[in-house]
């Protein structure tokens, strides 16, 4: 049980999770809407997931490795590195972890002819390692370089898609209604991502402020303070519930979707107003991680949203 909380197997259920969805739910339903059948086969489909979640597990086990000091002050009950792991099994889960996911990746990027990927595969294990001993100690840097990280996850899906498919059908594929479309989707979700992961990131600096300051963090919370933090934090999220109404009330395709209105109030409104009552009442750690425990929800049901998403592709 200590190597599943160590490598955070809820977050990499989500991951993958998200991937499926994006695959079977939208993507594929776009194509067979305009008459094309996917071209990335079931396995590198498969290895794809696999990979992703292998790279986001090795940061999840190289943050833990070196926030054991702080871990010690936030979350002393909670520490798994040097006390129910080994400190050099955990380095060494790291190095297994990310040459697995990158080998994959290297063989995906070169079966589907993406040498940017052979970039990208290298860049992100290194943006993770210096998430853990650099950028989450400064200003902002660490919370963006996450977010960016999960924007990427479902730009993955479609970008391999349609690199198999420009292999069998030519470049004219590229330019085609349902590149445009499979893209505009995915983006809208990845800014999704985006948005709530960096809220959330947020959110957890202020309930780490004790441990990050014992150690000379500089992050958001501590350089600008806890009100002001909070502030963001609820623009943010109150940003990100005007941006779902207007889009709902801007696109037929989305208004056309059964139950959306509904899905979208209860599941996803709901659940940002009660994150931001939460952190407007918050005043101890427990309450800032009661509001990452709400972040994390509307996440999860974001992605549930994408097998709503591709309905009206059926």
Not at 167 to 190: D, K, V
Not at 203 to 232: M, V
Not at 249 to 255: A, E, K, P
């Amino acid at each position: 049980m200590a190597y599943l909380k160590l490598v955070r197997y809820k977050n990499l259920i989500i991951i993958a999770l998200l991937q499926i969805l994006l695959r079977y739910g939208l993507i594929i339903p776009v194509l067979h809407k305009y008459g094309i059948e996917p071209a990335l086969s079931t396995l590198n489909f498969i290895l794809l997931v696999v990979s992703t979640v292998l790279l986001a597990a090795s940061g999840y086990v190289i943050n833990d490795y070196f926030d054991i000091r702080t871990d010690r002050i936030n979350k002393p009950d909670n520490v798994i590195v040097g006390k129910k792991i080994k400190r050099r099994v955990v380095l060494l889960l790291h190095v297994l972890l990310s040459f697995t996911g990158v080998f994959i990746g290297l063989y995906l990027a070169y079966i589907t002819r993406k040498e940017n990927y052979v970039l990208m595969y290298i860049i992100v294990p290194a943006i993770l390692w210096s998430y853990s001993t650099t950028f989450k100690k400064q200003v902002l840097i660490g919370n963006l370089a996450i977010a960016f990280l999960t924007a990427i996850v479902p730009y993955l899906v479609v970008s391999l898609e349609f690199a198999a498919l420009q292999r069998e059908m030519g470049r004219e594929i590229i330019y085609s209604p349902a590149c445009s479309l499979a893209w505009f989707w995915t983006t809208g979700f990845a800014f999704f991502a985006f948005i709530t992961t960096l809220t959330r990131e947020i959110i957890k600096d202020i309930q780490d402020i004790p441990g990050d300051k014992a150690i000379g963090c500089k992050t958001l919370p501590i350089e600008i303070g806890i009100p002001y933090s909070k502030t963001i934090v609820i623009i943010l999220s109150l940003g990100s519930v005007i941006a779902v109404w207007l889009l709902y009330f801007l696109m037929n395709d989305l208004r056309n979707i059964p139950y959306s209105g509904i899905y979208l109030a209860v599941f996803i409104t709901i659940p940002y107003l009660y994150l931001i009552y939460t952190v407007i009442n918050a005043t101890e750690p427990k309450d800032f991680k009661r509001a990452s425990s709400i972040g994390k929800w509307i996440i999860f049901f974001g992605v549930l949203f994408i097998a709503m998403a591709g309905y009206n592709f059926r």
